[in-house]
């Protein structure tokens, strides 16, 4: 089954306490990206890799890592995490180049509360 | 840039109403791909319809149809005789070429079907 999966679905952890937000996806996918959505503002996105190695900034990225050492993985990683990165963080991928009308496929989120 | 708007903030209906959900978008491509997903209170994201610039053809599937216009750059969601089950989230988005095929989503309108 097509899918991404997201690791874990619920956190909640105190600042300043490293932590890190694990996707996978199973489609061979180049396009992999974060999104982090707060009441009001929608989907913003974070980070964004068009394939290994390479990856850059998205509309959000302060506070935030990530890593593209293989096709299938991209983690998020929140060095010191503080308050204001409680949120419902989204990881999303789809093709690339040719493919790039296909629509993303979501996982289901990690609702993530730093206290 | 690429944008896309979403005017309505939230959207409140009666069972069995007619409603329209708007976009309008900004690119300066002639070729792009415009996207909506649906969030429903369970939080996963789920893809529902994707329209490409060259297809002006308003597509129709069961309750849900989508009347897209660039002659006014937007592609709006219309739910016929709604129901409860489509209170969610709805997110619309576009990839353009100008942007790297990056999405772009809005920030999303939330309709509440009352029983």
């Known amino acids: 089954e097509a899918q991404v999966t997201q690791n874990p679905r619920y956190l909640i952890t105190v600042t300043g306490k490293k932590l890190t937000v694990t996707c996978s996806q199973n489609m061979n996918h180049e396009y992999m990206s974060w999104y982090r959505q707060d009441p009001g503002l929608g989907l913003r996105q974070i980070y964004y890799?068009?394939?290994?190695?390479?990856?850059d900034k998205g509309d959000v990225p302060e506070g935030y890592k990530v890593s593209r050492k293989e096709k299938r993985n991209f983690p998020l990683i929140l060095e010191s995490p503080s308050p204001n990165q409680t949120s419902l963080y989204f990881c999303?991928?789809?093709?690339?180049?040719?493919?790039?009308?296909?629509?993303?496929?979501f996982g289901d989120g990690t609702r993530l509360s730093i206290l | 840039a690429q944008k896309v708007t979403q005017a309505q903030t939230e959207i409140s209906v009666v069972e069995k109403e007619d409603v329209t959900l708007d976009c309008v978008y900004e690119t300066r491509d002639t070729t792009y791909y415009l996207f909506w997903y649906k969030q429903p209170p369970s939080g996963e994201l789920v893809f529902l319809i994707r329209?490409?610039?060259?297809?002006?053809q308003n597509e129709i599937s069961g309750r849900y149809s989508w009347n897209f216009q660039k002659s006014t750059s937007s592609f709006n969601f219309t739910i016929t005789a709604s129901q409860v089950v489509d209170s969610a989230v709805y997110f619309c988005a576009l990839r353009a070429s100008g942007g790297s095929y990056i999405p772009t989503f809005g920030r999303g309108t939330s309709l509440i079907v009352h029983p």
């Open positions: 329209r490409n610039s060259f297809d002006e």
């Open positions: 999303a991928s789809s093709p690339y180049g040719q493919g790039s009308n296909q629509p993303q496929h």
């Open positions: 890799s068009m394939n290994v190695e390479v990856t």
